[in-house]
């Protein structure tokens, strides 16, 4: 399993905070996007649940540009532009949803975080924000999800979330390989 | 579906994965090839290595155990949206099946011990007997009011929360208290293994959920029923309504015990688990007076002796009323 590694003192090394937080803003940006966008057409409870969670995410957004200890890594830069077209989104009235929910079930940072890590460290607390905030980013995508299944065949739904799923997999499995990276 | 999580710590040798439904099934089978089986199934936040003292020491009873993780759990598949009980059903049936042999203990515990009652109900014939823990078949009101609490409590506030909930209602203060100050250490595991997302899912299959009281008839083998004296999420009268509707139970209250005692007195339910299956298999079931409806008590260590529930006294309370 990967895990973080810790200097001295207690905190993430800083190279592996700038691969990791830079895929972490990408990946909860596009939430972001996702459900303001959603939520801009979509009326009633929905629309209010998909706009608070664009609002939530983009504050994961903002807590991780604060806390990661940036530094240039060309890696990153050759690899944003796969992410982000990831996150372009598809024909199909569930594939937005479906994509939200790939990334608030596969995009889990925490466990990553040994336990030996300093609770104080700006890094350490974005990361456990993350994880804080995680049952409730998920709620709008799974609940409009489930609710779907009223007029569309279960099978289909699960189809559409298991394509999204597979790749931010991909992505997140190779991010995780490059934090292993001497 | 999302596969699962290989975060989980290592269970050593597990068997390759089942194939149910186009999911696959984690689980692994320890023991003599001979030995009677003893199929042990998870709580809804647990995973299949918090069998493993259990697990062991029912290997050295002379048993062959299976665990597993049912699906949403652990190294097991996690269906993005939907989990029926019946899927859970079939997964543990899977498991009979692939352990070789005729007849089986299944063994499961509050959400398992669940699974178990449907999958006794569904496939008696190929049990030798059933050991229902800390569990229910009907929905009361207060379970389904603190069962709707937890799943909110996880929705807004993640694993983290839910455990935060579950830790002081299901386990003792003698357990807690050596461990209040590496707590976060000791949830480390079941927030690593678990995923929100999942485990909302196993919740949520409670959806629509009916009683099994009237099918309680159909589980026709020998059925142990434990209870933790002083279990508040499913509380005495739940387990007493499952004696009452399986024809050849017995009900044992566990001292001191709370809902998750398997967790708290690994030993003592093994023994417990090891003394039913040896009774069943040797006849003496009610040939010592066992099962038929009877109430009883275990020992609070696992060297000493079950006892009947003492006469006259009214097992549903909890101060000495006369029955």
């Excluded at chain 1, 990791?20 to 057409?41: D, E, H, I, M, T």
């Excluded at chain 2, 498991?95 to 007849?103: M, N, S």
């Excluded at chain 2, 959920?209 to 008839?217: A, E, I, K, M, W």
């Excluded at chain 2, 139970?249 to 417990?272: C, D, G, K, N």
Aim: aromatic fraction near 6%; hydrophobic fraction near 50%; glycine fraction near 10%.
């Amino acid at each position: 399993m990967t895990m973080l590694n810790l200097v001295a003192s207690g905190r993430v090394l800083p190279w592996q905070q700038a691969r990791l937080g830079a895929f972490l803003v990408s990946a909860y940006g596009a939430l972001a996007r996702l459900g303001a966008g959603q939520a801009a057409w979509l009326g009633g409870p929905a629309g209010v649940a998909l706009q608070a969670q664009g609002f939530a995410a983009a504050g994961l957004v903002a807590a991780l540009l604060r806390a990661t200890a940036w530094r240039p890594d060309p890696w990153v830069a050759m690899r944003l532009p796969i992410c982000e077209a990831t996150w372009l989104p598809r024909p199909g009235g569930a594939d937005a949803l479906a994509l939200g929910l790939a990334i608030g079930t596969v995009v889990r940072p925490m466990p990553l975080l040994p336990h030996e890590a300093r609770q104080d460290d700006a890094f350490a607390a974005a990361l456990l924000l993350a994880e804080a905030e995680a049952g409730r980013l998920l709620q709008p995508n799974l609940r409009l999800l489930k609710a779907m299944a009223a007029s569309t065949p279960r099978a289909e739904l699960e189809g559409a979330a298991e394509r999204r799923r597979d790749a931010v997999a991909a992505l997140w499995a190779e991010r995780l390989a490059a934090l292993d990276d001497a | 579906m999302i596969r699962g999580t290989s975060s989980v710590p290592d269970p050593g040798s597990p068997a390759p994965p089942l194939e149910v439904g186009g999911r696959r099934l984690s689980w692994r089978l320890d023991g003599p090839a001979d030995a009677p089986v003893l199929v042990l199934v998870n709580g809804l936040t647990q995973y299949a290595e918090l069998w493993t003292a259990h697990r062991e020491a029912l290997v050295e009873q002379g048993f062959r155990v299976a665990t597993c993780d049912l699906f949403g759990q652990g190294r097991s598949d996690k269906p993005a949206l939907f989990i029926d009980q019946d899927d859970q059903v079939a997964a543990l049936q899977a498991i009979v099946e692939a352990t070789g042999a005729p007849r089986v203990f299944v063994a499961g515990i509050s959400f398992g011990g669940l699974i178990a009652l449907r999958h006794a109900i569904a496939h008696a014939d190929r049990l030798h007997g059933l050991v229902a823990m800390s569990t229910f078949a009907t929905l009361s009101p207060q379970l389904l009011l603190l069962g709707s609490a937890l799943l909110k409590g996880l929705a807004l506030g993640g694993i983290s929360y839910l455990q935060d909930l579950l830790l002081p209602m299901n386990l003792s203060d003698d357990w807690l208290g050596p461990r209040l100050g590496q707590l976060e250490a000791v949830k480390r595991a079941g927030l690593v293994g678990n995923d929100v997302f999942a485990l909302q899912n196993l919740m949520e299959s409670f959806v629509g959920f009916r009683t099994l009281s009237p099918d309680l008839g159909r589980i026709g083998c020998p059925t142990l029923i434990l209870n933790g004296e002083h279990d508040f999420l499913t509380p005495r009268h739940l387990h007493d309504e499952l004696r009452r509707g399986i024809p050849d139970s017995e009900l044992v209250i566990v001292p001191r015990a709370y809902h998750a005692f398997t967790l708290e007195q690994p030993a003592l339910t093994a023994s417990l688990l090891g003394d039913f299956a040896r009774d069943v298999l040797a006849g003496r079931w009610r040939a010592t007076g066992r099962g038929g409806g009877r109430v009883a008590v275990a020992p609070e260590t696992p060297e000493d002796t079950l006892l009947p529930f003492p006469a006259g006294f009214d097992h549903l309370r909890a101060i000495p009323v006369p029955a």
